[in-house]
């Protein structure tokens, strides 16, 4: 794998406005998979990259580079690149993008206050996901709920051999590690890390920012989702806070609610519909005798995505 000095073969001296890189990004029509403080992580499209985005493209300076595939250069290559346009006709793409920028917003955005997060010990997040890996019976219990070991790779799921249980990472939208929640091998006992603040995230939603939506309670059901390549986040149980219901708002296009066949399951989507005004929202279906999505097979799930014909939702196992 290439490592971040590859950046220094491109130089360049322009500058741009994060808004302006973010508008270039979208119009070659490329999805961002997420946005951190100085870059944009996006799904390279110059080699077949679907579960995590591989290609940074730096907010000020527009320079790209895939740490996979190698691929990199400047948002002038970038546009030439993805769209097979020249020179004069990328540069007039950079030139409408700016044009675009609605600065009256920018500068209320700029003032509005920033929700801040305590960033949680990401060397015992490591220890935990190592001692999983080393684990057949915590492994098999992911598989045991067809969690696979790229899903566990990916999410950097963990297992306490103290306590036996299994820990999920959980990160703010802003891509920060706030905690863990963790759940027992053994019987259905649940435990969060100490100030895990589950009423202001969502799971997964640092990686489905600006896409349709799918909202489960469950992260183990989210990840389901994610290894069919269906974005999801989870609210880690029927309660949604305000703070969550902002995120959704702010981040996410049309919504699927894909509730727990259960009273609580009602509760959250009645919540969800009051709180989310204006947004596309449907409801998934869970298959007949089927609590959730994490009780249906990957066949099922795909079914119950076809049927909601409106959504594009080009799904394959």
């Avoid at 077949?48 to 591989?54: C, I, L, S």
């Avoid at 600065?103 to 305590?118: G, L, M, R, T």
């Avoid at 045991?144 to 299994?166: C, N, P």
């Amino acid at each position: 794998m290439l490592q971040r000095t590859s950046w220094n073969k491109t130089n360049t001296n322009e500058s741009y406005d994060p808004d302006q890189i973010r508008e270039i990004i979208i119009s070659c029509g490329i999805t961002i998979g997420t946005e951190l403080e100085t870059h944009y992580l996006i799904f390279c499209p110059f080699h077949n990259n679907r579960h995590t985005p591989a290609c940074e493209v730096d907010k000020e300076k527009g320079l790209f580079l895939c740490f996979s595939c190698g691929e990199n250069g400047t948002i002038i290559d970038f546009i030439m690149r993805t769209t097979n346009r020249n020179y004069f006709e990328a540069s007039r793409i950079i030139s409408n993008a700016a044009k675009s920028i609605n600065f009256v917003d920018k500068v209320e955005k700029s003032i509005e206050p920033k929700e801040e997060f305590d960033e949680f010990d990401s060397a015992l997040i490591d220890r935990l996901h190592t001692s999983l890996m080393q684990s057949d019976k915590a492994k098999n219990y992911f598989l045991g709920r067809s969690i696979t070991v790229d899903a566990m790779k990916h999410f950097k799921l963990g297992y306490s051999e103290k306590q036996d249980m299994v820990t999920v990472p959980i990160y703010s939208h802003t891509g920060i590690c706030v905690g863990f929640v963790g759940r027992s091998v053994e019987g259905k006992s649940f435990k969060n890390s100490n100030g895990l603040p589950r009423s202001k995230v969502l799971f997964n939603l640092n990686s489905s920012k600006f896409s349709d939506i799918v909202i489960v309670e469950s992260s183990f059901d989210a990840m389901r989702l994610w290894q069919l390549d269906i974005p999801a986040v989870a609210t880690l149980g029927a309660n949604i806070g305000t703070n969550q219901a902002a995120l959704l708002n702010k981040y996410a296009q049309a919504i699927i609610i894909a509730p727990d066949n259960d009273m609580a399951g009602t509760e959250m989507t009645s919540k969800l519909s009051k709180h989310l005004s204006g947004k596309d929202i449907r409801i998934l279906n869970i298959a007949e005798g089927k609590k959730d999505i994490g009780d249906m097979t990957d066949s099922e799930i795909i079914s119950a995505f076809s049927s909601i014909k409106s959504l594009d939702l080009a799904l394959s196992i």
